[in-house]
C-alpha cells in the first residue's frame, strides 16, 4: 500500500496557489559570475583573470587580494555569514541513498585583528584571500582507495576557478564554492575527489585536440577546446511520510518488497501527461532555486512510470554542469522536505516499472564555435565532423571497457540491459546515413561525402507545415546515440556525479584526437588517416536494435564485451592498457587508478550488504510479527524460512562480487 504508485485523480489535481513570481527577475542573482566581476572588479583584474584561465597561469596574490574583498562584499549584501569550500568526495558511484551529494565544512567569515584578541578594539567580518582560495580540514575520513594511510589527515581544497562561486538561497545562508578539489598532505597529485580527474580530461581534450586541429590544418584561430554537457535528471516523487514508513527506501534508496499495483505503466500514458499539482510546485520551486543561481533549466515533466519525472538543464561547460547536476539534486531534497515530499534518485525505486537514468548530452567544441559533433554548414565543419566521430569510434573501440565502468554501480545493475536503458554492451550509434558514409570513406571516399542536409517531411494535412527532419534518426537503444550536435551518454545511472562518466568520455576522445594527431604527424593524409580509424574501428559502430537478442550474439562475434554486472565491468577497470591511457593523458597515475576501482568496488559491496541486512531485519522485525499476529505463529516461521533464504541469496551476491577483488578483504 505504501509505494501504492497510481494516483487518486482527486489530489492529482489539486489546485495549489503560489503568488506570482517571475522568476527571469532574479536570473543569477546569487552567483558571483562574469557579469558580476564586470561591474565590481577593476577591468585589469578580470581581464588577467580571464586570461588565466585559458591559459592556466595561476592567479597573482593581488589579484587573489581584489578578487576576495569584493566577492566578501558582495556576499555579505546577501546576508552571508559562512563560507564554504564545495567539493565531491570519491563516494564511488551510484546507488547512493539521496543521490551524489557534495560535501562541505562551513567557515565562518568572522576573523579578529590580531590587536583585538588583547585589548578591547572591535572585532572584524573579512574574508581573506588565503582562505578563501585554499582550504584545509581533516580528510582522513573520505574514501581513498588506499592512496594514503589513516594517520596522515590533512586535506586541501582549492578553487575551480571556471566555476563560480554562489551564495545558496532559501534553505542556508553562505557562500559555496562552485567547488573545491580535494589533494591529500605528502600527495603531489590530488585526486581522491570525483572533481579533480575531469579537470584533468578537459585540460587533455584541449591539449590533444589542439594537436589535431594543427596536424589537420582544421580551426587556424582556436585558442582553447572545451567539452560540454547538458545532464537529463531522472527522479521519482512521493509522499515523505510513505518514504519514512518504509526501512528499505529510507536504508537503501530502493525498495527491496512489494507488489506492483494493477495498474501502473502498461498503457505508457503517464509520459508527457499532466504533472501531479503538488508535485508541479516543487518543479516550479527548483526551477526558481536553479535560476538563482545561475542553472536555466530546458525542460520538465513527467516520465514513463507512475511518479516519475525529469528536469534538465541548458547545457554548459562540464565542469559547471556537473556542478549544478549535483546543486539540483541537494535543491529537490531541499524543496521536497518542505512541501513534506521525498525525491528517489535510486536507478530502481520500484522493480516491474521503469528505473530513473541520466543521460549525459556530451559534446566537444572550441572557443570559435566549432563543434566536434556538429555536421556544420562549412567544409571545415563537415571535416571536422568527420574527424572528431573518427576520434570517438577509436576511443569507445580500444577502450570499450572503461566507458562501461564508468557506469557501473550496484543500482545501474538493475536497470542496463532492460528495456527502459541501453545493453551493458557499449556501442556508438552515429546514424545509419553516417554508417554507409563510412563505408565509402573506407574505400577511398572523400572526406566531405556525407550529406548533412536536414530534409523536409510532409505532414499529409494541409493546416500543417512540412516537418524538418534530423538528419539522422534516434536510436533510444543505443548507449551513445548522435542527437544532431552532441552525443548522448544514455547509460549514465540517476544517482550517479557526472564527474566519472564525463571524465571517460573526454578522456577515450583525448585518446581519439591523440592517435589521429599521431597517424597524421607520422606522414598519412588527413583524409587515409581517418580512414584507416574507422576501417580499425568499425565494429564499434551498431544502428540496430540494441535491446534484441541479435545483437548480443552480433557484439560477441565483434568482440565487444557484455559486462553485464558491476564487479564484471569493474574488474576490468585497472587493466595495464587503462593504467597507461590516464597516466598518458596526465587523468591519473597508476596509483590513483588502483585507488579508483578500490572504491568503486568498496562501493559496490556496502550497498548490496545494506540491502541484505536491510531485507532480513525486515523479514524478522516486520513481515513475520505481523503474520503471526495475524494467522498463526506457523505461518509466521514458514515466512521466515521462506524469506531468509532470499536475503541470504542476496548476501552471496555480495560475497561472490567481493572475491573478485581480494584486496578488499
Ligand atoms: P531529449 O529530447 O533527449 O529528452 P532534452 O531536451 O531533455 O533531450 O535534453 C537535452 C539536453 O541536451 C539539454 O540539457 C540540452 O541543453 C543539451 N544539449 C543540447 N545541445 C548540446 C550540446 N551541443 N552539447 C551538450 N549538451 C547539449
Ligand atoms: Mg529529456
Known amino acids: 500500500k505504501d509505494t501504492q504508485l497510481v494516483f487518486d485523480l482527486q489530489s492529482h489535481f489539486a489546485p495549489v496557489f503560489e503568488p506570482p513570481f517571475d522568476p527571469l527577475n532574479v536570473l543569477s542573482e546569487d552567483l558571483f559570475d562574469d557579469k558580476v566581476m564586470a561591474e565590481r572588479l577593476p577591468s585589469s583584474v578580470v581581464q588577467r583573470f580571464k586570461e588565466c584561465l585559458i591559459t592556466g597561469a595561476p592567479t597573482t596574490e593581488e589579484d587573489m587580494t581584489v578578487i576576495a574583498d569584493m566577492m566578501f562584499a558582495w556576499a555579505r549584501e546577501r546576508g552571508a555569514i559562512d563560507f564554504s569550500h564545495w567539493f565531491f568526495p570519491m563516494r564511488g558511484g551510484g546507488g547512493a541513498v539521496g543521490g551524489m551529494l557534495g560535501a562541505y565544512k562551513q567557515d565562518t567569515l568572522i576573523d579578529l585583528e590580531f590587536a583585538s584578541k588583547f585589548t578591547t578594539k572591535p572585532m572584524k567580518a573579512t574574508l581573506p584571500s588565503d582562505r578563501l582560495f585554499q582550504g584545509e580540514t581533516d580528510g582522513s575520513s573520505f574514501p581513498n582507495g588506499g592512496l594514503r594511510v589513516t594517520h596522515s589527515a590533512a586535506a586541501f581544497t582549492t578553487w575551480d576557478r571556471s566555476s563560480p562561486p554562489f551564495v545558496a538561497w532559501q534553505w542556508q545562508i553562505f557562500i559555496k564554492f562552485g567547488d573545491g578539489l580535494l589533494s591529500c598532505f605528502g600527495l603531489d597529485v590530488g585526486g581522491i575527489d570525483e572533481k579533480t580527474p575531469l579537470l584533468r580530461s578537459m585540460d587533455a581534450v584541449k591539449k590533444e585536440g589542439l594537436r589535431l586541429l594543427k596536424a589537420s590544418g582544421l580551426g587556424k584561430d582556436v585558442q582553447t577546446i572545451y567539452s560540454y554537457l547538458g545532464w537529463e535528471q531522472e527522479f521519482f516523487v512521493i509522499k515523505a511520510e510513505h518514504y519514512k514508513a518504509r526501512p528499505d527506501l529510507v536504508n537503501t534508496g530502493r525498495t527491496l518488497f512489494g507488489k506492483l499495483p494493477t495498474r501502473h505503466q502498461q498503457g505508457d500514458l503517464n509520459y508527457f501527461a499532466p504533472v501531479p499539482g503538488n508535485v ?34 541548458v547545457f554548459r561547460v562540464a565542469n559547471v554542469s556537473c556542478d549544478t547536476n549535483v546543486l539540483f539534486m541537494e535543491v529537490m ?280 541486512e536491510t531485507m532480513i531485519q525486515m523479514v524478522d522485525t516486520a513481515i513475520v510479527p505481523a503474520c503471526a499476529k495475524d494467522t498463526s505463529c506457523m505461518v509466521g516461521s514458514w515466512m521466515q524460512l521462506l524469506l531468509e533464504p532470499l536475503a541470504l541469496k542476496h548476501l552471496k551476491h555480495v560475497v561472490r562480487g567481493s572475491t573478485l577483488i581480494p584486496r578488499i578483504h
Open 280 to 313: 508541479q510546485l516543487l518543479l516550479d520551486r527548483v526551477q526558481a532555486v536553479m535560476l538563482r543561481l545561475g542553472c536555466p533549466m530546458a525542460v520538465k515533466h513527467n516520465e514513463v512510470a507512475p511518479g516519475q519525472h525529469e528536469m534538465s538543464p
Open 333 to 612: 531534497n531541499r524543496e521536497a522536505a518542505k512541501m513534506g515530499l521525498q525525491v528517489l534518485f535510486h536507478e530502481k525505486p520500484f522493480a516491474g516499472i521503469n528505473g530513473s537514468g541520466k543521460h549525459a548530452n556530451w559534446s566537444v567544441g572550441t572557443d570559435t564555435g566549432l563543434n566536434f559533433f556538429y555536421p556544420g554548414k562549412t567544409e571545415e565543419g563537415a571535416k571536422l565532423f568527420v574527424t572528431g566521430i573518427a576520434c570517438l569510434a577509436y576511443g569507445l573501440s580500444q577502450h570499450n571497457e572503461l566507458v562501461r565502468c564508468s557506469v557501473a554501480t550496484a543500482g545501474n545493475d538493475h536497470r542496463l540491459g532492460a528495456q527502459e536503458a541501453p545493453p551493458a554492451i557499449i556501442s556508438l550509434y552515429p546514424g545509419q546515413g553516417f554508417e554507409k558514409y563510412v563505408d565509402s570513406v573506407i574505400a577511398g571516399g572523400d572526406l566531405l561525402g556525407y550529406k548533412a542536409e536536414k530534409k523536409k517531411q510532409a505532414t499529409g494535412c494541409s493546416q500543417a507545415d512540412p516537418i524538418e527532419a534530423n538528419v539522422e534518426d534516434r536510436n533510444r537503444t543505443a548507449p551513445f546515440p548522435f542527437c544532431g550536435n552532441r552525443f548522448e551518454f544514455r547509460a549514465v545511472g540517476s544517482s550517479q556525479n557526472c564527474n566519472l562518466p564525463v571524465m571517460v568520455c573526454n578522456a577515450i576522445m583525448a585518446s581519439g584526437m591523440a592517435h589521429l594527431a599521431d597517424l597524421i604527424e607520422g606522414g598519412l593524409s588527413h583524409r587515409d588517416a581517418v580512414a584507416k580509424m574507422f576501417k580499425e574501428n568499425k565494429h564499434v559502430v551498431f544502428t540496430g536494435n540494441g535491446n534484441s537478442g541479435e545483437w548480443k550474439q552480433e557484439a560477441a562475434k565483434r568482440g565487444l564485451p557484455n559486462l553485464n554486472t558491476t564487479p564484471k565491468a569493474l574488474s576490468t577497470w585497472n587493466s595495464d592498457k587503462n593504467k597507461a591511457l590516464f597516466e598518458k593523458l596526465g587523468i591519473y597515475t597508476k596509483e590513483e587508478t588502483e585507488a579508483r576501482q578500490e572504491v568503486m568496488l568498496e562501493n559496490y559491496i556496502t550497498s548490496l550488504k545494506i540491502e541484505a
